[in-house]
């Protein structure tokens, strides 16, 4: 582009920014924080024609990207529709204006690979969470790698855009393979490296809660009700539910809870029945052996679990910290039932002592921005089934672990275990 092209550009997008500055929908000086830095040097950046053969991306799109990313209005690039979050429910778990708060009280942690159109979404609904949260007292983790979509560049622009608005640690194009042989525990690798900064500074993250995202398609609210229900139920670890499929022609095509695979209830079993012709025809069914958690769930409660993540979880910081509790691979050499990194993580929770785990049913994601619309469609947003309950429905009785746990390698292996099996 000529320089004078570009410098109409900017002048006009710079225009527009105005305007939407103007007619933000909260006064700025409330949610913007010192967060001005968005505006400006995103078109500071000197557009010089240089092609450098690592980007796939032109400077442009990047820019598209960054502001879509910075302000949840921006609606040039397609993103999962959210509402506003409800100050009313969520406003106290602000640590802005509390003095007392010493270091980090929420860390944001992701590893993203190859997912450049969630992240309008995914880190706008983050973006504006540590905005509401208070970024003094927030940081965000991201470890990324084999992205030849781009994902990297957009987020190298965004740690240089963020500065020191916020904490960030960015590991770009790192090249584990998650999708080698042993995937178990290569992922496990990959989530300890963005849990890593915590414990280089282990007193600044005692009484944090980590928010650790897959690539999920969420809202702002979506993250915040997750940790509003891990400090209202006094919760160790809080988790979404995730969802596949639906929408088809034919009608009894009705979205699947997804992470099966992981998830067990807290009488020890999957959260719907794999039959042995290894169909998903009873997936509507969910908790179909525990009448109350079946319950709960119908009435968009949260209720406790062995085992979840679900594509986004919010859990104390502190054993980690401690470093009694890390995400790792199956012991097999001793036997341990081979078993996906979220699941063990959560039974070493459980050993720990840090067994009040939960599903909050009224947060409902998906994996693609069309998908996680879809979603939103069928099963509410999370501020639909919380606008009556204020501040929620309690967890009565925390219970003690299953003794067995159903061990599942494969979906047409399906054992009991020990909860604790192959622990000391
Ligand atoms: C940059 O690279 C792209 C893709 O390889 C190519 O299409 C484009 O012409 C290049 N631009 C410049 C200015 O060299
Ligand atoms: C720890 O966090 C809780 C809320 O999450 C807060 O009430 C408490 O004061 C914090 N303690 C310290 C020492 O910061
Ligand atoms: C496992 O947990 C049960 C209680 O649920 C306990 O009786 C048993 O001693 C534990 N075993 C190990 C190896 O920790």
Not at 69 to 88: A, F, G, H, Q, Y
Not at 341 to 352: G, Q, T, V
């Amino acid at each position: 582009m000529p320089r004078r092209k570009v410098a109409i550009v900017v002048q006009v997008s710079g225009l527009i920014l105005v305007i939407f500055t103007l007619f933000w929908r909260t006064p700025p000086g409330e949610l913007l924080g010192n967060f001005h830095r968005w505006n400006p040097s995103v078109t500071e950046t000197p557009i010089d024609g240089t092609n450098d053969s690592s980007t796939v991306l032109s400077q442009s799109s990047v820019q598209s990207q960054i502001r879509a990313i910075l302000d949840p209005e921006t609606r040039d690039v397609p993103r999962l529709k959210c509402p506003s979050p409800r100050m009313s429910r969520y406003g106290y778990l602000s640590a802005k204006d509390d003095r007392s708060v010493k270091g980090v009280r929420y860390f944001f942690a992701l590893n993203l690979r190859n997912c450049l159109p969630l992240l309008p979404t995914l880190l706008g609904s983050i973006v504006e969470a540590i905005r509401l949260l208070g970024p003094k007292h927030c940081a965000l983790s991201i470890v990324e790698g084999n992205s030849p979509d781009g994902t990297a560049e957009v987020l190298s622009a965004l740690e240089r855009e963020l500065g020191d608005w916020t904490t960030t640690h960015f590991v770009l194009s790192n090249d584990l393979d998650p999708l080698q042989q042993d995937r178990f525990p290569r992922l496990a690798q990959l989530r300890n490296m963005a849990l890593a900064p915590m414990l280089q500074a282990p007193d600044q993250y005692d009484n944090a809660t980590v928010i650790f995202l897959n690539d999920v398609a969420i809202c702002t609210e979506d993250i915040l009700e997750l940790i509003h229900q891990r400090v209202f139920q006094e919760a160790d670890m809080t988790c979404a539910m995730d969802w596949i499929g639906g929408g088809g022609e034919n009608e009894n095509d009705k979205p699947a809870f997804y992470d099966v695979y992981i998830a067990r209830g807290i009488n020890g079993d999957t959260f719907f029945e794999i039959p042995p012709d290894l169909s998903w025809r009873l997936a509507q069914n969910l908790f179909w052996n525990d009448a109350v958690s079946q319950a709960r769930l119908r009435n968009y409660h949260p209720t406790q679990v062995f085992a979840c993540w679900n594509g986004a979880v919010a859990f104390t910081a502190a054993p980690v910290v401690k470093r009694q509790v890390s995400f790792r691979g199956s012991n097999i050499e001793n036997g341990e039932c081979h078993q996906g990194e979220p699941e063990l993580f959560c039974k070493d929770m459980w050993y720990r002592g840090h067994g009040r785990i939960a599903v909050v049913p009224s947060v409902n994601l998906e994996y693609s921005v069309e998908k996680g619309q879809y979603i939103k469609a069928v099963k509410g947003y999370t501020s639909g089934w919380t606008a009556n309950t204020s501040p929620g429905e309690r967890i009565e009785a925390w219970l003690p672990p299953p003794d067995n746990v159903k061990c599942m390698p494969t979906f047409d292996r399906q054992t009991w275990r020990p909860w604790n099996e192959t622990l000391e």
